[in-house]
Nanobody
Framework: QVQLVESGGGSVQAGDSLRLSCAASGRTFNFFKMGWFRQAPGKEREFVATITWFALSTYADSVKGRFTISRDNAKNTIHLQMNSLKPEDTAVYYC????????????WGQGTQVTVSS
């Protein structure tokens, strides 16, 4: 089994920055992909960013240029640097792991709340 633990959420003002982290532990896989998703109140969960083992990243259009995803393979950890935060970024942010990089995320963290006030 795999455990994903997110950290770094909080309440900030519009324009501020936050850095989320996610540490994976337990069973390990080769070349797995990890990503960030978010869910705002009353909305469906949406994709934010993903990063492959080889550090190829993709982003949702809504966060391009403001968010940066990175990973440390030695520590099985990913980060999401969020700059120029907007009130519409308010959501619970979830870390996820795709064990065989097939696009299906097999493991999910519990989520961390990010609240951005105007």
């Amino acid at each position: 089994q795999v455990q994903l633990v997110e950290s770094g959420g909080g309440s900030v003002q519009a324009g501020d920055s936050l850095r989320l982290s996610c540490a994976a532990s337990g069973r390990t896989f080769n070349f797995f992909k990890m990503g960030w998703f978010r869910q705002a109140p009353g909305k469906e969960r949406e994709f934010v960013a993903t990063i492959t083992w080889f550090a190829l990243s993709t982003y949702a259009d809504s966060v391009k240029g403001r968010f940066t995803i990175s990973r440390d393979n030695a520590k099985n950890t990913i980060h999401l640097q969020m700059n120029s935060l907007k009130p519409e970024d308010t959501a619970v942010y979830y870390c996820a792991l795709d064990s065989d990089s097939d696009g299906e995320y097999d493991y999910w963290g519990q989520g961390t709340q990010v609240t951005v006030s105007s």
